[in-house]
């Protein structure tokens, strides 16, 4: 799985990474006995089932079945590779990766590909380095300082400018080896009918937008003169794509975790804004609206989304298509409302991170609050039929609410100020609920909690099913047994994944290597048996176990795979006494091996 990298590379970075603290930046964690639980990241679910041994560093849901070890949660947890699972540990670690690992190979992404991306980290550079260090760039530093921005800012978000020249960055490229149809495809440079090259965002200031590992991957361009437009971004290509990225996200995910909130802008000059000012748990659309690729990014670590989008009509219109979806997606919401139609940058400018802090993201409306305010405007509630169409759009926001108490609330609300019956409302509010299919939520949660269920299935397991996971376990844990184990009776064991796993888990041992279930795990590839192999290390065994008690599963094994071996044999008879015509020696297998079967079944 590795590949190119060496194993002992992969282990040490491994080792170096407590997986209690790495999944505890995304989960809260709580210690019970020796092993850590949380609710599962990657299902729903009331009950944590989702556990973490800082023993055995590996982590499993009961209730899903997904296990592994610290880069397997990072790559379910991130869609990450393998290689960019182990470059952010290696990062969080601080240890170097030699220079040919930093980047993905061949076989993460295409060599057209790989050319794009290191030719954005290049012009970064290029560009923020013009910046702070030509003549041509002071007027563009002059900008951003009489907006603003500080030198730490600059600094931070690799801010750069690009000369007003066709040919300067054109010329860079090249010498950097980089193809210029390469580079037009990339969305760097742009080429007129005359096959003439030159950079796409010449004469502006730049802004890198990077992905969330934080590699830049676009740029957006500003304009500092007469030139137009105003506002250039990179195209949508290969390592490009607004509806998957966020603006800042790399940088604001500590932050996210720390504050167990996100603060979701429409711009990225309001991210920066409000980073200066002390908000730094802040993140932005790319210049489109809130997609579900996005709005699932930001539920993978936080239940609360704050949205904050400009105070005009536009800016107010977008923000309840995103709150909607939001809030579709299962998070707490609530929006930020911008006096004056400003947009939040300009409020920061004017009047400081603390008052924006304090009266704009402190006062936010919840998403009913804030739904109800946005429906009330287009109806007159002097007139009769206005008022009992705006009730009813109410009504449908209100049933969609997961919380009784929460929908309760807001059915009060209504009551009071439109003097209705609570009861005729609430029965409304039942009828949404039930023509829409919603259930409540100890309904859902009969169907969420898959612990209890996943226990039962196990005790109603066949002894020799349950003998074979028990003594997986110990060998698992105590090499000592494996031995023992592949004295007795080597890879005869019954269910065929169990094989599987003790087969690998012998050669494992073989190598010299000691019990490290972590460790172990990389050698397997089938997906599904990874998980077995992490849910049977992190089943309850002894510390201590005895002879007699690994003599007795080895025997419930030997037993029950002798007994089908018995079987096996006495249908290859059958089939030949059939196949020779000698019906009455057929006959008597036949007896003899539904004898068997019976007996098999009985016992």
């Not at 790495?22 to 850590?36: M, P, T």
């Not at 996210?256 to 802008?265: D, T």
């Not at 029965?427 to 949404?432: A, F």
Request: aromatic share 10%; charged share 30%; hydrophobic share 35%.
């Amino acid at each position: 799985m590795a590949g190119h990298i060496p194993d002992e590379k992969v282990d040490e970075i491994r080792t170096s990474s407590d997986i209690v603290e790495v999944i505890g930046d995304y989960i809260d964690l709580k210690k019970q006995g020796r092993n850590y639980f949380g609710l599962c990241p990657f299902h729903g679910e009331n009950t944590p089932s989702f556990s973490v041994s800082q023993d055995k560093q590996i982590f499993h849901c009961f209730g899903c079945g997904k296990g592994g070890n610290v880069y397997t949660f990072l790559m379910e947890m991130e869609g990450f590779s393998f290689v960019q699972a182990l470059k952010q540990l290696a990062e969080q670690s601080g240890i170097e990766l030699p220079e040919q690992m930093t980047d993905e190979g061949p076989a993460e992404r295409s060599q057209e590909s790989q050319s794009m991306l290191e030719a954005h980290q290049w012009l970064t550079k290029l560009y923020h380095h013009l910046l702070k260090n030509s003549k041509e760039g002071q007027e563009a530093y002059q900008y951003l300082v009489d907006r603003g921005f500080t030198d730490e800012t600059i600094q931070k978000y690799q801010i750069g400018f690009s000369p007003n020249s066709k040919d300067f960055v054109v010329t860079f490229l090249e010498k950097k080896g980089y193809h210029p149809q390469t580079m037009v495809k990339a969305g760097l440079l742009s080429t007129n009918d005359h096959g003439d090259y030159a950079d796409r965002f010449r004469g502006r200031v730049i802004f890198p937008l990077r992905n969330h590992l934080g590699k830049t991957v676009a740029f957006a361009g500003r304009s500092i003169g007469e030139q137009e437009p105003k506002y250039l971004n990179s195209p949508e290509t290969e390592l490009f794509h607004k509806g998957r990225l966020l603006y800042n996200f790399d940088l604001a995910r500590s932050a996210i975790r720390k504050e167990k909130s996100v603060l979701l802008f429409e711009g990225f000059g309001d991210v920066i804004t409000a980073d200066q000012a002390g908000i730094h748990n802040a993140v932005a659309t790319m210049g489109t609206a809130l997609s579900s690729s996005q709005a699932n990014l930001l539920k993978r670590y936080v239940e609360q989304v704050i949205i904050c989008y400009d105070g005009d009509r536009a800016g107010i219109e977008a923000a309840v298509k995103a709150a909607k979806l939001v809030k579709s997606i299962g998070c707490q919401t609530y929006v930020a409302r911008v006096p004056d139609g400003l947009d939040p940058d300009d409020f920061i400018q004017k009047n400081g991170g603390e008052r924006f802090r304090r009266e704009i993201i402190d006062t936010s409306d919840t998403y009913i609050s804030f739904m109800m305010s946005y429906l009330r405007r287009d109806y007159n509630l002097q007139l009769e039929g206005d008022r009992i169409t705006y009730i009813e759009k109410v009504l449908q926001e209100i049933a969609v609410l997961d919380r009784a108490v929460e929908r309760e609330h807001y059915l009060n609300e209504l009551a009071a100020e439109f003097k209705m019956a609570l009861d005729t409302l609430k029965e409304e509010v039942q009828r949404i609920r039930g023509k829409s299919g919603v259930k409540d939520n100890e309904t859902r949660n009969r169907y969420t909690n898959h612990t209890r269920k996943s226990s039962v299935q196990n005790k109603l397991l066949p002894a020799f099913h349950n003998a074979e996971r028990k003594l997986i376990a110990y060998m698992l844990k105590d090499p000592y047994i494996a031995d023992k184990v592949q004295e007795e009776i080597g890879g005869a064991f019954n269910i065929e994944d169990h094989q599987v796993i003790v087969t690998h888990l012998y050669a494992y041992y073989e190598d010299g290597n000691e019990s490290d279930i972590s460790q172990f795990v990389e050698l397997i590839e089938d997906p599904a048996v990874k998980s077995l192999a992490i849910e049977l290390a992190m089943a309850p065994i002894s510390e201590e176990v005895s002879d007699q008690e690994i003599n007795d599963y080895i025997s419930w094994i030997r037993a029950e795979y002798w007994d089908l071996t018995d079987i096996k044999n006495l249908e290859a008879e059958l089939k030949k006494a059939e196949q020779q015509k000698d019906p009455i020696k057929a006959a008597e297998i036949a007896m003899d091996l539904i004898k068997r079967k019976k007996e098999l079944k009985n016992n």
